[in-house]
């Protein structure tokens, strides 16, 4: 669970509209194999991830595999791996469960861990995930049974908690009506998410199974964490995280994808969520802290650029860097760029938000002659449309920066 707060944002434009950044949904648990008229879909996704980061030198496959071998799996070891771009795509999906801390070390303890974090998920959502009618229904069955068993017949009352027209907080027509609203906003977002991706997309049979599934992480999520619900933009955050559990190679894992995701989920925004919490803005945990500390990053690394971009142009962080650091930087590349920086960022041993905030300042220095040679209208345009450059570069300039001390650990 997480702290107090409320999870709403817009974050003013300089042109005059209003950036929203986040807002909620649900699902049910089905088969998540791909059916045979989604083989050509399943193809694509393997093609990603081969494409993804640099080529595997069968050196290092041969000693990720030597890792994942051992009794105790090093995670040092793998985070190196990870971290250089080296990550072969059939461990990816193993490599980042461990990163995030879902899976322990010791592998003894693998199978026992999956299977209780898989019933407990399938619990919650026998728990969460209402139906009023159907609930209704199945009392309505066991009086009927009962009363059949000592030969009465009775009329029915419908008590207060059964009409869908109570709206007390005990009752589960209420529950049922806030449920929706979250539904709704979730149902909006999950359309827009990577459209361009048929995985994604409800035109196919696999993306329609795909968009339910997300639909039921997040709604859970939110259930779960009702101080922060849901917030437009989560839905991008999770794809990555969903992409790669569903396209585990271990087909053995498949039907328990959507609950090893909801876990990884939930670990990864442990690290990030705040940043969604409109309350904690302003404190030293908010989004302003932390877009401050990317300026003074800057500051610390190039004081020309700085002073031209925060003095002469005026350019805050708050109108660019906002999107990047709360949806951990999901919009500013292409797909597979995005898994490959992700390999980075769960590997970092200092924590996924050190290094994304060294990458966003990366991003600045990477783009240093155009940014300096701009004014405020070209450079917000062109921060807010990151163009394509080379991304082992872009982390290589990433890995160099110098960090500052500040007095609270991101």
């Known amino acids: 669970m997480f702290g107090e707060g409320k999870f709403k944002h817009s974050v003013p434009d300089p042109t005059g509209e209003e950036l929203e950044t986040f807002q909620t949904v649900r699902i049910r648990l089905e088969s998540t194999h791909v059916e045979a008229g989604d083989e050509h879909e399943k193809e694509s996704m393997v093609v990603i991830h081969h494409k993804i980061g640099k ?32 990550l072969d795509g059939e461990f990816r999906a193993l490599v980042w469960k461990l990163l995030l801390g879902y899976l322990p070390p010791e592998k003894d303890a693998w199978e026992r861990e999956l299977a209780s974090n898989r019933s407990r998920y399938a619990e919650l959502k026998k ?12 009392e309505d069955e066991k009086m009927s ?6 030969g009465l017949l009775c009329r029915h009352e419908i008590s207060n908690g059964d009409h869908p027209l109570n709206m007390g907080k005990t009752s589960i027509w209420c529950r049922y009506f806030k449920d929706a609203e979250i539904l709704e906003q979730i149902d909006r977002d999950l359309p827009r998410t990577h459209p361009d991706m048929k995985f ?4 196919s049979s696999l993306g329609k199974s ?11 999520f939110a259930k779960l964490n009702p101080a922060i619900g849901y917030v437009q933009g989560m839905n991008e955050v999770l794809a990555p995280l969903y992409f790669v559990c569903r396209t585990d190679f271990d087909e053995q894992n498949a039907p328990n994808v959507e609950a090893d995701c909801f876990a990884c989920f939930v670990r990864l925004m442990f690290d990030s969520v705040n940043h969604f919490c409109q309350q904690l803005d302003n404190s030293s945990m908010g989004i302003h802290s932390t877009l401050h500390h990317l300026s003074e ?12 971009l925060m003095i002469t142009c005026k350019l805050n962080p708050q109108f660019y860097a906002f999107r990047w650091i709360t949806l951990l930087l999901t919009q500013e590349f292409d797909f597979d760029c995005i898994i490959r920086l ?9 924590g996924v938000q050190e290094l994304l905030l060294r990458v966003c300042c990366a991003m600045l220095l990477y783009l240093r002659h155009e940014l300096l040679t701009g004014d405020f209208t070209s450079n917000l345009k062109l921060l807010q449309h990151y163009p394509r450059v080379d991304l082992e570069r872009l982390l290589n300039l990433a890995h160099h920066i110098t960090p500052i001390h500040v007095g609270r650990h991101i």
């Open 210 to 220: 795909n968009q339910k599934a997300m639909k039921d992480i997040l709604f859970l």
């Open 200 to 203: 994604f997309s409800g035109d």
């Open 145 to 150: 049974s009962s009363e059949q068993q000592v």
């Open 55 to 86: 080529e595997v030198h069968e050196e290092m496959k041969r000693e990720l595999e030597c890792e994942i071998s051992e009794r105790i799996v090093n995670l040092e070891a793998l985070q190196k791996i990870a971290g250089c771009g080296q």
């Open 297 to 308: 990053l800057l500051r610390a690394n190039d004081q020309e650029l700085w002073q031209h």
């Open 127 to 138: 728990e969460l995930l209402i139906n009023p009618s159907e609930s209704c229904r199945e």
């Open 342 to 350: 992700w390999d980075s960022l769960l590997s970092n041993p200092l």
